[in-house]
């Protein structure tokens, strides 16, 4: 019994000593650049150390609270990957069909895509995000009283669905309004009701900057060596299924209750974990259904203009490095790969 209880006190305390590691490479980090947001990591479903840096808004001289509410920009695609599977297992989707079989302006595409494609990057329709003058074309589009959708499905086929994986962020947006016609609901309706409010996921919801959205950051960028005020997403003025803003600890809820099966059935899971493509950037990086797969790890990250995102998550240890900045200059990359030998270290106490 003594010895039991020696061995606890003394994993005690390495654990101490290595989260005292993990906070000290974090403030040598912060020290070498500006960092701005917040950063938690969790294990075995406990958070193990949670911290703020920078400033909310700089202008106004709020700071950053763990509780900030920030711009996730494309770690959304996880919560609609996850919105369409739960439409596949109730049997109101097939991941081979045709968009057009759910939203009628979709049958324009090319006659080869399927959901799959637009779940997988696969699609061959050319990313938005990568049209030129983006943010004059939309603010022509409203403007001139054109339809989104009509825009959407008028983008080029880069190449033919399933020949290969582009990064694209069309595809999503598709998503998000096939899931609104399946449903009858509208987009933000349908992740609170079934994600969010069950979850208890209160600091969620669709981030539209132009509304007044309490405890929610500002985004920072850097202009001529001057810290400054960011725009917003180019598409930021459109309505439509659009990108969510979020908290570190409402994100490790969601990541709690995905990976711990509580909102997919297992088969389920498992297409949206399956390596369908290898990735265009990185040969030892796969793509599922919204998340990047490599051999042992599952990442998601999003940027957008002010904002940086990223999710690490190791399934053999149940480990997660979730990182909010609102300060677009922050290499997340490189701070993780820092914290990484301590962290492993610790999963092998």
Same mark, same amino acid.
């Given at each position: ?34 960092? =701005? !947001? ?10 193990? &150390?949670?911290? $703020?840096?920078? @400033?909310?808004?700089? /202008? ?14 494309s770690v959304t695609k ?44 696969? =699609? !061959?329709?050319?990313?938005i995000y990568g049209v030129?003058?983006?943010? &004059?074309?939309? $603010?022509?589009? @409203?403007?001139?009283? /054109? ?203």
């Amino acid at each position: 019994m003594v010895k039991r209880e020696c061995e606890l006190e003394n994993k005690k305390m390495r654990w101490s000593s290595m989260l005292k590691n993990v906070d000290e490479i974090v403030e040598a980090f912060s020290k070498e650049n500006y960092v =701005s !947001g917040n950063l938690l990591i969790s294990r075995g479903g406990k958070e193990e &150390f949670s911290r $703020s840096f920078g @400033q909310a808004s700089i /202008q106004l001289g709020v700071p950053n609270m763990l509780d900030t509410k920030f711009h996730i920009a494309s770690v959304t695609k996880m919560v609609i990957a996850a919105a369409i599977l739960k439409l596949y297992e109730q049997g109101l989707i097939d991941l081979e069909n045709h968009p057009g079989k759910y939203v009628e302006k979709f049958n324009v595409l090319h006659p080869k895509i399927n959901i799959h494609h637009l779940l997988s990057h696969s =699609s !061959g329709l050319q990313d938005i995000y990568g049209v030129p003058n983006l943010r &004059f074309e939309m $603010s022509r589009l @409203q403007v001139e009283n /054109q339809d989104f959708i009509d825009y959407l499905t008028r983008l080029k086929q880069q190449f033919n669905p399933g020949e290969q994986w582009s990064y694209n962020s069309t595809g999503f947006i598709m998503l998000g309004y096939i899931i609104e016609a399946v449903t009858g609901m509208k987009y933000e309706e349908v992740l609170h009701t079934w994600f969010f409010a069950p979850l208890k996921m209160s600091s969620t919801s669709l981030d539209n900057p132009r509304k007044i959205t309490l405890g929610r950051a500002y985004g920072h960028t850097l202009e001529n060596g001057k810290i400054a005020n960011a725009d917003n997403d180019k598409l930021s003025g459109i309505e439509a299924p659009g990108e969510l803003y979020s908290t570190v600890h409402d994100l490790d809820r969601w990541c709690e209750a995905l990976f711990k099966g509580e909102l997919l059935q297992p088969e389920t899971m498992d297409k949206m974990f399956t390596p369908y493509y290898v990735t265009s950037f990185d040969p030892n990086l796969n793509y599922g259904y919204g998340w990047f797969l490599g051999t042992d790890f599952r990442l998601i990250g999003g940027g957008t203009p002010g904002f940086r995102s990223e999710i690490w998550y190791y399934p053999a240890s149940d480990l997660r490095i979730i990182m909010l900045w609102n300060y677009e200059k922050v290499d997340s990359h490189q701070l993780f790969h820092r914290m990484k030998p301590v962290l492993f270290g610790m999963q092998q106490q």
